[in-house]
């Protein structure tokens, strides 16, 4: 008998027009100390699966049949109190957002510490010793002085790792885990499935891991399990799924991934050789054509000038203090895209903050267009948020859950005085199609849409003041293989047509492969490595690089030990 049997499974949504159908008659199973992946779209019915295996759907989801064994036992017909003692303590489980899965008021080892109390398996004393020991495992740096921080004060990926160390710290048969690292870099991410890995070997426990990563899948899983539509469409081992895909929707994720197509640089290379010639006619065009504030002379200065770049912040009990930015300089041109590349706490957002001046440097400067921005206050600052704008991470918390599209896309327009009410309504309108939505979608609010949709709605946002520079912080980390490449499609489509900059925040180096013309690799705030990405993945020149690259899964490589 398996540890875990899913027999015929099927889950509606309540709706205002009625009941949809999210998962239809799932039938699979996870043996003991088996890895077994769930990939697929975002709305093909994966993660509500899972969350209907330990009961955590929302109010206005229903099992409408099927039944969910784990070690012999209903859990579709146990009791809250049933439920209660499994959850945490036999069932692991790692949810997708940390932003939203952490209590903003509660310390960080408080709330991995609580899952021991609330199942007896240790005083309060005890569970803080072995909360702060769960938080290694699951590889957060200076794990004592996290504990005794807040959520707020984490980066994502460290908020993500709090989140698994709370799924391992009860040493569960099961893990569950909904996009575990999304929010990670690669060497984290290795880190993290490695320790899940040795969790298995050691406890015999099992992993049922959803991710939108194949090269993740490819590298972990004992079966990969492809769903579409709420349906499982293919079943097998890594080899006989990735190797000789039967279902066509099997091949257009395939396609789709970004990770297990890094190995073609002379296919990349010739889609930025098409971009870079695209790029250079526009700054031929721009320093021809544009000329700002009635000079002489064309514009031809760096759209973004980074230069000495420091940034601190006082640590709890206020006698450390943490250097997150330290030196950091780059240039960034019109019509290019620069990506900041680096693991959980490198400094990579912290930097993108500091050039959008939505914090203040301790040292150093940003310039925009030539202007020094690290001082401006009142109407100057006020004008650089239109020129410069944020893309942020999470589709999910990211819209206002109360607005219609249509009131989220024309806020900024609203917020500038820019247009009459109708004028506003048409440039909605216009923005939706430059990224690929139907104009019906301005009706509806962002619950009534997948984060992909989502995404492009918060894409359509911050072009509405057609800026001259994107900051796009991890924009498609939370997203599916098959999304994924239609974001990045559609920012190169978006770029090649407005002229736009990006600079472009990830841990994905797959991702970036696709995207950027340079890539910067932040190590502990400082800049490691700079260049154009051809020659950084092909002929990298610090240790740290070449480990990123040979941890991206999927990729037959060997191992790197970075050095210190």
């Given at each position: 008998m398996s540890l875990l049997e899913i027999d015929g499974l099927a889950v509606a949504y309540r709706t205002s027009r009625g009941d949809i159908d999210a998962v239809r008659e799932v039938t699979l199973a996870v043996d003991a100390g088996e890895t077994v992946a769930i990939v697929g779209e975002s709305g093909s019915g994966k993660s509500t699966t899972v969350h209907a295996i330990i009961r955590l759907l929302p109010s206005a989801a229903?099992?409408?049949?099927?039944a969910v064994r784990f070690d012999g036992a209903d859990l579709v017909a146990a009791s809250d109190r049933q439920l209660r003692s499994v959850r945490g303590r036999r069932?692991?489980?790692?949810?997708?957002?940390?932003?939203?899965?952490?209590?903003?008021?509660?310390?960080?080892?408080?709330?991995?510490?609580?899952?021991?109390?609330?199942?007896?398996?240790?005083?309060?004393r005890t569970?803080?010793?072995?909360?702060?020991?769960?938080?290694?495992?699951?590889?957060?740096?200076?794990?004592?002085?996290?504990?005794?921080?807040?959520?707020?004060?984490?980066?994502?990926?460290?908020?993500?790792?709090?989140?698994i160390a709370i799924a391992i710290i009860g040493d569960p048969a099961l893990i569950i885990a909904d996009e575990p690292t999304s929010a990670l870099d690669v060497?984290?991410?290795?880190?993290?499935?490695?320790?899940?890995?040795?969790?298995?070997?050691?406890?015999?426990?099992?992993?049922?891991?959803?991710?939108?990563?194949?090269?993740?899948?490819?590298?972990?899983?004992d079966r990969i399990v492809v769903m579409t539509d709420g349906r499982i469409v293919e079943e097998g081992t890594p080899a006989e799924v990735l190797g000789s895909p039967r279902h066509p929707y099997t091949r257009r994720l395939i396609a789709a991934a970004p990770s297990l197509n890094t190995a073609t640089p002379d296919a990349a290379g010739s889609r930025r050789d098409r971009a870079d010639a695209g790029a250079d006619r526009r700054r031929d065009v721009a320093a021809a054509a544009t000329v700002r504030g009635g000079g002489s002379s064309a514009s031809v200065a760096p759209v973004l000038e980074v230069d000495g770049l420091v940034k601190e912040f006082v640590l709890p009990g206020g006698r450390t203090v943490q250097r997150a930015v330290d030196g950091v300089g780059f240039r960034l041109h019109r019509g290019r895209t620069l990506a900041l590349v680096g693991e959980s706490g490198s400094g990579k957002t912290t930097t993108a903050r500091l050039a959008l001046r939505l914090t203040d440097p301790t040292a150093g400067t940003v310039r925009v267009d030539g202007v020094d921005?690290?001082?401006?206050?009142?109407?100057?600052?006020?004008?650089?948020?239109?020129?410069?704008?944020?893309?942020?991470?999470?589709?999910?918390?990211?819209?206002?859950?109360?607005?219609?599209?249509?009131?989220?896309?024309?806020?900024?327009?609203?917020?500038?005085?820019?247009?009459?009410?109708?004028?506003?309504?048409?440039?909605?309108?216009?923005?939706?199609?430059?990224?690929?939505?139907?104009?019906?979608?301005?009706?509806?609010?962002?619950?009534?849409?997948?984060?992909?949709?989502?995404?492009?709605?918060?894409?359509?946002?911050?072009?509405?003041?057609?800026?001259?520079?994107?900051?796009?912080?991890?924009?498609?980390?939370?997203?599916?293989?098959?999304?994924?490449?239609?974001?990045?499609?559609?920012?190169?489509?978006?770029q090649r047509e407005k002229g736009l900059s990006y600079l472009f925040i990830s841990h994905d180096l797959a991702v970036v492969r696709q995207i950027a013309h340079t890539v910067g690799v932040m190590r502990r705030g400082r800049l490691v490595e700079l260049g154009d990405v051809d020659t950084v993945f092909t002929s990298p020149t610090h240790d740290y690089t070449r480990a990123l690259l040979d941890a991206i899964p999927g990729r037959p490589v060997p191992t790197l030990t970075p050095s210190a």
């Amino acid at each position: 008998m398996s540890l875990l049997e899913i027999d015929g499974l099927a889950v509606a949504y309540r709706t205002s027009r009625g009941d949809i159908d999210a998962v239809r008659e799932v039938t699979l199973a996870v043996d003991a100390g088996e890895t077994v992946a769930i990939v697929g779209e975002s709305g093909s019915g994966k993660s509500t699966t899972v969350h209907a295996i330990i009961r955590l759907l929302p109010s206005a989801a229903r099992i409408r049949a099927g039944a969910v064994r784990f070690d012999g036992a209903d859990l579709v017909a146990a009791s809250d109190r049933q439920l209660r003692s499994v959850r945490g303590r036999r069932i692991g489980f790692v949810p997708q957002d940390p932003t939203v899965s952490l209590n903003p008021v509660v310390r960080i080892g408080d709330q991995v510490a609580e899952v021991l109390r609330a199942h007896g398996l240790a005083d309060r004393r005890t569970a803080a010793v072995r909360a702060v020991e769960a938080l290694e495992r699951a590889g957060l740096p200076d794990a004592a002085v996290r504990a005794r921080q807040y959520p707020h004060e984490l980066s994502g990926g460290m908020r993500q790792r709090v989140l698994i160390a709370i799924a391992i710290i009860g040493d569960p048969a099961l893990i569950i885990a909904d996009e575990p690292t999304s929010a990670l870099d690669v060497t984290v991410q290795r880190q993290i499935l490695d320790h899940l890995d040795v969790l298995k070997r050691e406890r015999g426990a099992s992993l049922l891991l959803i991710t939108h990563d194949l090269g993740v899948a490819a590298d972990r899983a004992d079966r990969i399990v492809v769903m579409t539509d709420g349906r499982i469409v293919e079943e097998g081992t890594p080899a006989e799924v990735l190797g000789s895909p039967r279902h066509p929707y099997t091949r257009r994720l395939i396609a789709a991934a970004p990770s297990l197509n890094t190995a073609t640089p002379d296919a990349a290379g010739s889609r930025r050789d098409r971009a870079d010639a695209g790029a250079d006619r526009r700054r031929d065009v721009a320093a021809a054509a544009t000329v700002r504030g009635g000079g002489s002379s064309a514009s031809v200065a760096p759209v973004l000038e980074v230069d000495g770049l420091v940034k601190e912040f006082v640590l709890p009990g206020g006698r450390t203090v943490q250097r997150a930015v330290d030196g950091v300089g780059f240039r960034l041109h019109r019509g290019r895209t620069l990506a900041l590349v680096g693991e959980s706490g490198s400094g990579k957002t912290t930097t993108a903050r500091l050039a959008l001046r939505l914090t203040d440097p301790t040292a150093g400067t940003v310039r925009v267009d030539g202007v020094d921005v690290t001082a401006l206050t009142g109407r100057p600052l006020r004008e650089l948020r239109r020129r410069v704008q944020l893309v942020q991470q999470n589709p999910y918390a990211a819209l206002n859950p109360r607005w219609s599209v249509e009131t989220i896309v024309t806020d900024p327009l609203r917020a500038f005085g820019v247009g009459s009410r109708a004028q506003r309504r048409a440039r909605a309108a216009e923005l939706l199609d430059l990224v690929a939505l139907p104009a019906s979608v301005l009706r509806r609010r962002p619950a009534d849409l997948s984060g992909g949709q989502r995404q492009r709605v918060a894409i359509a946002r911050a072009l509405a003041l057609e800026p001259e520079l994107l900051v796009l912080d991890e924009p498609v980390s939370a997203l599916d293989v098959s999304i994924q490449h239609q974001i990045l499609t559609l920012l190169a489509e978006i770029q090649r047509e407005k002229g736009l900059s990006y600079l472009f925040i990830s841990h994905d180096l797959a991702v970036v492969r696709q995207i950027a013309h340079t890539v910067g690799v932040m190590r502990r705030g400082r800049l490691v490595e700079l260049g154009d990405v051809d020659t950084v993945f092909t002929s990298p020149t610090h240790d740290y690089t070449r480990a990123l690259l040979d941890a991206i899964p999927g990729r037959p490589v060997p191992t790197l030990t970075p050095s210190a």
